[in-house]
């Protein structure tokens, strides 16, 4: 075999790995993707995932804030709902906002009132 046949078929081995490497992360990307949801108000200032609910940015680890409420992390799905400030809708404010029963009356809270009723922890 000829060098210049032996560096061929190397490259064609190359070329055929890469293509099926290819193939096999583009399915586990689309398995990964279909399994994950938006969790918003998770974020730690800088970490988000892609852009935000509210416009203002439209890149990842944009973040200024911990826990935004408008920021988000793509989580395995059924995640979200397990952590303190985790929503799968985006809302104002942060997640201590979001979470506190003793919110101000206008603050979010998920104690059963909506923004701008005073809470109703009991």
Do not use: F, R
Request: net charge neutral; proline share 2%; charged share 20%.
């Amino acid at each position: 075999m000829t060098i210049k046949k032996a560096v061929t078929n190397s490259m064609v081995a190359g070329a055929v790995a890469l293509a099926i490497a290819g193939i096999s992360a583009s399915d586990a990307k689309a398995e990964h993707h279909e399994n994950m949801e938006k969790c918003y108000g998770v974020a730690k200032a800088g970490h988000n995932d892609c852009g935000v609910a509210d416009g203002k940015h439209s890149c990842q680890h944009e973040a200024t804030v911990d826990s935004s409420g408008h920021e988000w992390v793509a989580l395995p799905k059924g995640v979200c709902d397990k952590l303190v400030g985790g929503s799968l809708t985006p809302y104002d404010g942060t997640a201590a906002d979001h979470n506190n029963c003793g919110a101000a009356k206008g603050a979010a809270n998920n104690c059963g009132a909506k923004k701008g009723e005073a809470n109703k922890c009991g």
